[in-house]
């Protein structure tokens, strides 16, 4: 079993910035990919960036060039880090991480409970 406990969401005015993070705790054996993927209302859930343990990173195209992903292995922590934030980046963001859990456990998908961010005109 693995916890997510996501933290840094909020308001902003367009053009600011923010960033998120993502500490996840359990038995974790692989932390293979961790990302964040984003919801706003009345829309699918999107790809906002995912990072895998060696450091590749891949981003939603609407994201691109504004924001940056970034772990910590050691503390299976990942950040997203938001700049020049637009109103249509308004959604609740939600931390997922991919990898083995548990002694002889498959590879596995979990997601956190998901964290607001509202981005004002």
């Known amino acids: 079993q693995v916890q997510l406990v996501e933290s840094g969401g909020g308001l902003v005015q367009t053009g600011g910035s923010l960033r998120l993070s993502c500490a996840a705790s359990?038995?974790?054996?692989?932390?293979?990919?961790m990302g964040w993927y984003r919801q706003a209302p009345g829309k699918k859930r999107e790809l906002v960036a995912t990072?895998?343990?060696?450091?590749?990173?891949d981003y939603g195209a609407q994201v691109h060039g504004r924001f940056s992903i970034s772990r910590d292995n050691a503390k299976n922590t990942v950040y997203l880090q938001m700049n020049r934030l637009k109103p249509e980046d308004t959604a609740v963001y939600s931390c997922?991480?991919?990898?083995?859990?548990?002694?002889?456990?498959?590879?596995?998908?979990?997601w956190g409970q998901g964290i607001q961010v509202t981005v004002s005109s």
């Open positions: 990072i895998t343990s060696g450091g590749t990173e």
């Open positions: 359990g038995d974790i054996l692989s932390n293979d990919i």
């Open positions: 997922t991480v991919r990898g083995v859990y548990g002694l002889g456990s498959s590879v596995s998908n979990y």
